[in-house]
């Protein structure tokens, strides 16, 4: 699933990409991708309708438009929203919606495994009117995350520190790839409990956060199957990943070989030497 830097990296990309281009016809070719509010209004509802921003909460993309109604969208697992030009040949062999546009080109949203999701939103209502989810999010850890946010959070937990991590309630848009990275450079093992971490250790594992979001944004995020930016083209942190997708390869840093665990049902990469836990954190 796309993570925080591939939902920033693509929000900057639609962003430059549809800035005062305008939405002409919407033609919707698989009915659940719309999760709001029904296929018809959807459709009907968009055209006429200039983009004015696309912001983004957690893993939510948020276009505002003008007249005070807005367009939502989460990829989930494989989704794609990718600007192109007016198609002269077939037609992607996954597309779920096309908004034809007034430039001439084409925003199309693809969907392989078709969990994405998106939302129109009526003038006089909120993004989190309609998308219930966007109020139970937690802290954006570029913007107000801190350590004692993390210590109050964790308080008590007995769970993972990784699984932790993953909770969205906690700390919206991290996900399995960049928890391992900041967890190795933090020298946290992700089995630790989340409660037994002292705030010297929660500071650096905050700034490593925010130290590995912002290196895979630079980077255009990771490209391990779907996803690309606006424009079709893959990311690149996953070549430059410090254990994530190493297993059984040596530590960058003290050359042990990486390894990988399942925690709550998901992959976990990391270095026994590096991130050997602490007297009583296991």
Known sequence: MPELPEVETLRRGLAKALAGDAIVQVEVLRDQSIAYPGVE??????????????????????????????????????????????????????????????????????????????????????????????????AEPLDVLTGKHLLDAFKGKKQAVKTALLDQHILAGVGNIYADESLFLSGIHPTVAAGKLTSGQLKPLVENIRQVLTQAIKSGGSSLRDYTDSSGVNGNYQKQSWVYGREGKPCRKCKTS?????????????????????????
């Open 258 to 282: 990486i390894e990988r665990i399942r925690l709550n049902g998901r992959s976990s990469h990391f270095c026994p030497r590096c991130q050997k836990p602490k007297p009583g954190q296991l």
């Open 41 to 138: 209004k959807f459709g009907s509802s968009l055209p006429g309708h200039k983009f004015k921003a696309v912001d983004r909460r957690g893993k939510y993309l948020l276009m505002e438009l003008d007249g005070g109604v807005g367009l939502a969208c989460h990829l989930r697992m494989s989704g794609r929203l990718l600007v192109r030009e007016a198609q002269s040949k077939a037609e992607p062999k996954f597309l779920r919606v096309r908004f034809l546009l007034a430039s001439g080109r084409e925003l199309h949203f693809e969907d392989m495994r078709v969990f994405g999701r998106l939302w129109f939103k009526p003038k006089g209502k909120t993004f989190e009117d309609i998308i219930p989810t966007l109020q139970k999010l937690g």
